[in-house]
């Protein structure tokens, strides 16, 4: 009997390119996301052979959901409460598939590349917000 054993290590490295300033990174608030609100491939990436668990892209623009308090993707035509916009995840979040909410850190204040932001994103769009993001 020939044993092959397989070893699988995970490193990762942040990757913010919208990110345009270190200002309030030191203050982020902790948030919990729905899961359910969030699509494949536009806010998160799914999980594969390599990757068991599907990963949340940083800087997705976050609002909360007024009835439950968790935190969706910010929709400009939302009547759920999310479209005011809440900041931006500031960290990639991993979960596993079968999850309904993750935990996560809200960039509520700083400053952002807009054109950078995963999935596109117009800051002339934001017509009420919580948040003290200062657009470039």
């Given at each position: 009997?020939?044993?092959?054993p397989?070893?699988?290590s995970?490193s990762?490295?942040a ?6 300033s ?7 608030l ?5 899961i359910?609100?969030?699509?494949t491939g536009t806010h998160?990436k799914p ?6 668990r599907?990963t949340f892209?940083?800087?997705i ?9 968790l935190?969706?993707?910010?929709d ?7 479209a005011?916009?809440a900041?931006?995840?500031?960290a ?5 598939p ?6 996560a ?12 932001v ?5 800051p002339?769009?934001?017509t009420t ?8």
């Amino acid at each position: 009997m020939d044993l092959q054993p397989i070893t699988y290590s995970e490193s990762t490295t942040a990757d913010r390119p919208w990110l345009a300033s270190r200002h309030g990174l030191d203050t982020p608030l902790t948030v919990t996301l729905d899961i359910v609100l969030f699509t494949t491939g536009t806010h998160y990436k799914p999980s594969s052979f390599l990757q068991p668990r599907n990963t949340f892209l940083a800087g997705i623009p976050l609002a909360r959901v007024a009835t439950t308090g968790l935190y969706g993707p910010w929709d400009k035509a939302a009547t759920d409460g999310r479209a005011t916009f809440a900041g931006v995840l500031l960290a990639e979040v991993p979960f596993t598939p079968t999850s309904t909410r993750a935990g996560a850190a809200l960039l509520w204040h700083g400053v952002i590349a807009a054109a950078h932001v995963p999935g596109g994103f117009d800051p002339a769009d934001i017509t009420t917000t919580t948040a003290q993001i200062h657009f470039i």
